[in-house]
T-cell receptor, first 114, second 116 residues
Framework: QQQVKQSPQSLIVQKGGISIINCAYE??????FPWYQQFPGKGPALLIA?????SEKKEGRFTISFNKSAKQFSLHIMDSQPGDSATYFC?????????????FGSGTQLTVLP | DGGITQSPKYLFRKEGQNVTLSCEQN?????MYWYRQDPGQGLRLIYY???????QKGDIAEGYSVSREKKESFPLTVTSAQKNPTAFYLC???????????????FGPGTRLTVT
């Protein structure tokens, strides 16, 4: 019930195209859904996040779409650039006791071709 | 310059030896976390601490130990009991106030541990 399923495992997109990464969850106790971007040999960096009372959040070229009834959320990267090539992780957070815990998806390796 | 530092970046150890990974933050965050990352997998929680002198086991705590004697520091010891210790280890911190919206976790640059 704590699992977050992420797809696809890898994604290749042409420069200027739209990259779409999908995640699904089961546990309705999750109440915060961040996306992280990770470059090789570096720690993940928070990219964008959404709460379940909002269906969409946009920051620049990055948009999260959230479907609470389906328990699914996705990241859209518009006008993808070679510099966006990285591994992207979705995550879901819940309150466990007095602590907030993140559960991560397995990651999507995005390659944007020039 | 605020942030999270992890040292060393690369660490090599022989099987059977304990090794301690350092994590320091100057963000004045209450909560700190240790994650393990294996190739092709997401991050898995090892231990977390909400406050000094208190910490809780995460999903994969077996073979690891931690301490939280100072707010800024949360070292992780990988013991010889950990069956597959070779991995990328990430430390994170957050403001930790569960009643606020300061949920974001900020990650350090990681330590790659190789045990042979």
């Amino acid at each position: 019930q704590q699992q977050v399923k992420q797809s696809p495992q890898s994604l290749i997109v042409q420069k200027g195209g739209i990259s779409i990464i999908n995640c699904a969850y089961e546990n309705t106790a999750f109440d915060y859904f961040p996306w992280y971007q990770q470059f090789p040999g570096k720690g993940p960096a928070l990219l964008i996040a959404i709460r379940p009372d909002v269906s969409e959040k946009k920051e620049g070229r990055f948009t999260i779409s959230f479907n609470k009834s389906a328990k699914q959320f996705s990241l859209h990267i518009m006008d993808s650039q070679p510099g966006d090539s990285a591994t992207y992780f979705c995550a879901a957070m819940r309150l466990l006791g007095s602590a907030r815990q993140l559960t991560f998806g397995s990651g999507t390796q995005l390659t944007v071709l020039p | 310059d605020g942030g999270i530092t992890q040292s060393p970046k690369y660490l090599f150890r022989k099987e059977g030896q304990n090794v301690t990974l350092s994590c320091e933050q100057n963000l004045n965050h209450d909560a700190m976390y240790w994650y393990r990352q294996d190739p092709g997998q997401g991050l898995r929680l090892i231990y977390y601490s909400q406050i000094v002198n208190d910490f809780q086991k995460g999903d994969i705590a077996e073979g690891y130990s931690v301490s939280r004697e100072k707010k800024e520091s949360f070292p992780l010891t990988v013991t010889s009991a950990q069956k597959n210790p070779t991995a990328f280890y990430l430390c994170a911190s957050s403001a930790g106030r569960t009643t606020s919206f300061s949920y974001e976790q900020y990650f350090g640059p990681g330590t790659r541990l190789t045990v042979t």
